[in-house]
């Protein structure tokens, strides 16, 4: 089982970024994924989740980051993406990826929002 983030950098305030994390091991279009961020000295903070989509995917956001962030998933791919726009200096931290039901996580893709 295997995550593997990818696209993260530096960016301006206001900018943007997409993650992506690429799934292998396991069956990943039935699995609810997430992103998850983990700024220094914070503990790891949920971002998004997105359900597998037997049933239609579900959208769930923390409020912070509402209207700025957007989940989606590729499962003929299996990659995962986080669109992130108008980003702010508190963005900043390691995003990881991780598989609900696999109980799987990537190793992290550092985002600084910074001028």
């Known amino acids: 089982v295997q995550l593997v983030e990818s696209g993260g950098g530096v960016v301006q305030p206001g900018g943007s970024l997409r993650l992506s994390c690429a799934a292998d091991g396991f069956t990943f279009s039935s699995d609810n994924m997430r992103w998850y961020r983990e700024a220094p000295g914070q503990e790891r903070e949920w971002v998004r989740t997105i359900t597998n989509g037997g049933s239609g995917n579900s959208y769930y956001y923390a409020d912070s980051m509402k209207g700025r962030f957007t989940i989606s998933r590729d499962d003929a791919e299996n990659i995962l993406y986080l669109v992130m726009n108008n980003l702010k200096p508190e963005d900043t931290a390691v995003y990881y990826c991780?598989?609900?039901?696999?109980?799987?996580w990537g190793q992290g893709t550092q985002v600084t929002v910074s001028t």
């Open positions: 991780n598989a609900q039901h696999t109980g799987a």
